[in-house]
């Protein structure tokens, strides 16, 4: 098996987008002089990966000529889409975010009918032939308070609503969309292990309530790299996780996390306290080696400057932090802090050996939080082209390197 041969994609989640115009402009502004780049580069199209926030979903499932003029435009400007990231519900770029990410939880209407909306928005803009995937939260997380006795059986029960709603959606349209369910630290599906077990309880309700078929059809998993990174997952061992349990990885996120290899370098960790920005959470765990592998030690839920040296003891005792912060994906080190690169050309190679073929979307949605000056748009936009030119040539080693093996 080989990598999908689809456009190469990033998420435009990265650009703020609380309005169809400001999605618009976004687009104009970044994706298009992007496209340019990678044509330039002889890198072939480009596909953008949509966020549409909950009120611009409900205007375009409302207004048929605003969804036909992000249709218009994407056929227009030789861009595609087959991807929605359906995680973030509201303003992604207020101030701060942080847990209010992880809101509604899948246990509020509020989320199934959102994510439902995308799944159609998707469904109407998918270029003939091609399946889409709309990626979502991991049902929620207790950073946002303490969770029902309950919580579960209501996720599960509007997960196979959203399953029935997708397969009637085939059946009305002929497009096959697929929802994503993407693990993050500190939330309630987080470790690959917890992920799995939760697909087997999924499933088994799906079987009691007469929608297995749907479930197993439409009902997958997103991979984002940089989060299993943070637990000190190993990429290959992950897939073939998912693989052994039948769960379908429908959307790999191509993103890597910041790694500190030395937690006693006083100024290595100062380093790292830098990427503590006030928007988003920056969960961070440390871990021992253990022989081949890592054994996690310490979790903190996000950090603050005075992390670098008021981290709890087991951080100190460990042998390496990493910390969740999306840093771009052509870049191998940060000074005196590494990426975890290697691990997303590990979890190329993985998927590459898979039956079938997963979206691929690079999701580095904090270009305007990096440490330093703001980007320019024009650093932005060479800074996005960068990593998708990145993408296509680790994948293109790993395929190279599969093959000669």
Not at 345 to 372: D, F, R
Request: aromatic share 8%; charged share 20%.
């Amino acid at each position: 098996m080989t990598l999908p041969s689809l456009p190469t994609c990033y998420c435009t989640n990265v650009h703020p987008g609380r309005s169809v115009a400001e999605v618009l402009d976004g687009l104009e502004q970044f994706a298009v002089p992007v496209r340019d780049r990678l044509a330039a580069a002889g890198a072939g199209p480009l596909a953008v990966g949509l966020w549409f926030a909950a009120p611009v979903a409900e205007v375009l499932t409302e207004d048929a000529g605003a969804l036909a003029r992000i249709a218009a435009f994407l056929r227009e400007r030789d861009l595609t889409c087959y991807t929605l990231n359906a995680f973030p519900f509201g303003d992604f770029h207020r101030d701060a975010v942080k847990a209010d990410v992880y809101l509604p939880d899948w246990t509020d209407p509020l989320r199934l009918a959102y994510t439902g909306r995308c799944a159609a928005l998707l469904a109407a803009l998918l270029p003939e032939g091609r399946e889409g995937s709309v990626s979502t939260l991991p049902l929620g997380s207790a950073l946002n308070g303490e969770l029902p006795a309950d919580f579960e059986r209501r996720c599960i029960d509007h997960l196979l609503a959203l399953a029935r709603e997708l397969d009637e959606l085939h059946d009305r349209t002929g497009r096959v969309v697929r929802l994503a369910i993407e693990p993050e630290p500190f939330c309630v599906l987080e470790t690959t292990a917890e992920t799995i077990a939760f697909f087997d309880r999924l499933r088994t309700a799906a079987d009691e309530a007469g929608c297995g078929a749907a479930a197993r059809t439409h009902l997958g998993v997103c991979y984002d790299v940089c989060h299993q990174a943070v637990e000190f997952e190993a990429a290959a061992e992950v897939v073939a996780a998912f693989e052994a349990a039948d769960v379908r990885i429908n959307k790999v996120q191509l993103s890597c996390a910041v790694e500190l290899p030395d937690p006693a370098d006083a100024d290595a960790r100062a380093a790292l306290v830098r990427y503590a920005e006030p928007r988003y959470l920056h969960q961070t765990f440390a871990a021992v080696r253990d022989g081949d592998s890592w054994a996690v030690r310490g979790r903190a839920a996000d950090i603050a400057p005075e992390f670098a040296d008021a981290a709890p003891p087991e951080f100190f005792a460990a042998d390496a932090w990493r910390t969740h912060f999306h840093v771009p994906i052509s870049r191998t080190d940060l000074g005196p802090l590494n990426t975890t690169r290697p691990e997303l050309a590990a979890a190329l190679s993985a998927v590459a050996g898979l039956p079938y073929a997963p979206h691929l979307e690079v999701e580095t949605y904090t270009w305007p939080v990096l440490p330093g000056a703001t980007p320019t748009p024009e650093e932005q936009i060479e800074g996005i082209a960068a990593e998708l030119l990145a993408a296509a040539a680790i994948a293109a080693t790993t395929v190279q390197n599969d093959g000669a093996a």
